[in-house]
């Protein structure tokens, strides 16, 4: 094995696996899109490649897409049973997030709307907004013409501020209050503050623990509040799905407030809020394990704040 070959790969693994997980919106497939680039470079002829970090972005770039376009993933997305793999503050897979494109292109709301778009729109929305990559090189790397990259860029643009409601964006701090004073209201049962609580547009959806073959989508303040009441009521049916009582602890996740269910040093569940004008506009529920892996593996490795339930 060439020494220098996988020292120039892993020098941009990290750059490579955040522009991965965005275009997938899923972690465990960012790694092996990721793990076929590293391959592909192993048996690549390193003489003729002249600049490493356009050739292995182009590579994972493209392996992306094919994975978007199989017929396997477009049957989980369409299906109605896919939402975004959550990661937790400080996940290096999360990259750049020194503009608010990066940081918004990293959303569950923007990853979730990204599903919407081509394959082809979503690679060059990403690798414009979230990666500053110019139309020329984006040009390059999908065997597309300048003017086309143009196009696919201003359609998902579009598409995606069309979609995506607006309002004053909540620092960390304020929306954490938020969450708070909504998590205190659900566990106590005060529905009339939880609904004046929610945005007059709010919506909730779940992937039912992984038990349900759709998502469960909820709409107006009223309903969502009832579903977050049912919820958010620990019953020993649900204890014995998480396999115990978790503590409760409210941390940042893919850039927004979440409230986390941790069991053993093990997250069995998280809701993740978007806090808009000091109301919560969505909230997104996840307890699959198959889609909480990751996010478990770098809690363990992270310094929690105490929880604000010690045993739900």
């Known amino acids: 094995m060439d020494s220098a070959a996988v020292e120039t790969f892993e020098a941009g693994r990290g750059r490579l696996a955040s522009l991965a997980y965005r275009l997938l919106g899923s972690a465990a497939d960012a790694e092996d899109a990721v793990q076929d680039t590293f391959l592909r470079w192993l048996a690549a002829d390193h003489e003729r490649v002249e600049v490493p970090e356009a050739w292995l972005t182009k590579v994972v770039t493209n392996v992306c897409l094919d994975r978007l376009r ?3 993933a477009r049957h989980e997305r369409v299906a109605g049973a896919w939402l975004p793999e959550p990661l937790l503050e400080g996940d290096p897979m999360l990259g750049p997030a020194d503009t608010f494109e990066q940081r918004e292109s990293v959303s569950l709301a923007v990853l979730t709307l990204l599903e919407r778009l081509s394959p082809v729109e979503r690679a060059v929305y990403v690798l414009r907004e979230a ?15 300048k003017s086309a990259s143009q196009q696919h860029a201003h359609r998902a643009r579009i598409r995606v501020a069309s979609e995506r409601p607006r309002g004053s964006e909540a620092d960390p701090a304020s929306a954490r209050r938020v969450v708070e004073e909504f998590l205190a209201a659900a566990t106590s049962g005060r529905t009339e503050r939880l609904v004046a609580l929610l945005t007059d547009d709010v919506t909730a959806v779940s992937d039912g623990a992984g038990l349900s073959k759709r998502l469960l989508e909820y709409r107006t303040r009223e309903r969502v509040a009832s579903f977050v009441r049912a ?6 049916a649900k204890r014995r799905l998480a396999g115990g009582s978790p503590s409760i602890h409210i941390a940042l996740v893919n850039g927004t407030p979440a409230v986390l269910a941790v069991l053993d040093d093990r997250v069995v569940g998280a809701v993740a809020f978007e806090v808009r004008d000091g109301k919560v506009a969505s ?4 307890a699959a394990a198959d889609r909480l892996g990751r996010l478990s593996e770098v809690w363990r490795q992270h310094e929690s704040d105490a929880p604000v339930i010690d045993a739900w």
């Not at 990666?131 to 013409?145: K, R, V």
């Not at 909230?283 to 996840?286: D, H, S």
Request: without cysteine; neutral net charge.
């Open 70 to 72: 199989s017929a396997q």
């Open 131 to 145: 990666f500053s990559y110019s139309h020329a090189e984006i040009a390059g790397i999908l065997d597309i013409s």
């Open 231 to 236: 919820g958010f009521k620990p019953t020993p």
């Open 283 to 286: 909230l997104r529920g996840i």
